[in-house]
């Protein structure tokens, strides 16, 4: 996952080359770039274009899968490591080199590339390795210097985002600029979270952070969202569902 960044999270290209700068210094992901990389589409050419959402169950990605007969899949790519721009024969040449990795470990692989939704930054060319594990696609990631990957792990076909380094935590710039832009109910709220949940929750939709932050208006029976702020899968089902997954694995509480 290289540098593009949607254009509806409003940033200028000062503010991108500041996230990215802020990035490299401190070995640690922005939670703004981890929020792009949720908005991000990412498409795999295959007979038809499947375009795949982070959290986002996909009923043609699953049928995929079971073409190929295998459960898990990585959509990774070489290019702009670390969010750093290189030149069109440098990405490619990485490309090649990761094109010719994943076929050394015996996955079949379809093309498709990563971008925006507003189709305003260039696109990142991308493989979808079918089959592969994820301590391989880990490999791959850090071998090319790449911040993360799209995990697809299982026949649910259920994408989510793995990232190769720690989310960073808001500056008390980023923090009150954030405070700004939400309601009195929810920025009281926030102030009682520790700095890591801020930062998850800065990483996500204004929609989700407003869903986290009020759990006792969740609707029970909307199968929204799939994923914790943090991304990790809570499972494909209603609301209830997940609480009762939460609870019998023990976890009394997601964010408060």
């Not at 498409?43 to 375009?51: G, S, T």
């Not at 076909?157 to 009195?184: C, E, M, Q, Y």
């Amino acid at each position: 996952m290289g540098g593009f960044i949607p254009t509806c999270y409003a940033l200028t290209f000062v503010e991108i080359a500041k996230l990215e700068v802020y990035m490299m210094s401190n070995k640690t992901i922005h939670p703004g770039l981890i929020r792009a990389y949720r908005e991000a589409k990412y498409v795999v050419e295959y007979l038809e274009p499947i375009v795949l959402g982070i959290g986002q169950a996909n009923q043609k990605l699953k049928e995929l899968l079971e073409v190929f007969e295998v459960t898990t899949a990585a959509f990774i790519t070489a290019f702009n490591p670390y969010s750093e721009v290189l030149s069109d024969t440098e990405n490619e040449q990485a490309q090649n080199q990761l094109v010719s990795d994943i076929e050394r470990l015996g996955c079949e692989l379809v093309y498709g590339y990563g971008q925006d939704v507003a189709e305003q930054w260039p696109r990142e060319q991308s493989l979808l390795a079918l089959g592969i594990a994820e301590s391989q696609a880990e490999t791959l990631a850090d071998k090319y210097g790449q911040n993360g990957f799209v995990w697809i792990g299982s026949l649910d076909a259920f994408p989510v985002l793995r990232l190769r380094h720690s989310i960073g935590l808001p500056t008390s710039g980023d923090f009150a600029l954030w405070l700004n832009g939400l309601t009195k109910e929810l920025a009281v709220k926030v102030k009682d979270l520790s700095s890591l949940e801020q930062a998850w929750l800065m990483s996500v939709s204004k929609e989700e952070q407003a869903h986290w932050l009020n759990p006792k208006s969740w609707d029970l029976n909307k199968p929204w969202p799939l994923a914790k702020p943090d991304g990790s899968a809570m499972g494909i089902g209603t609301e209830l569902d997940r609480v009762f997954k939460l609870i019998a694995a023990g976890q009394s509480q997601i964010i408060r």
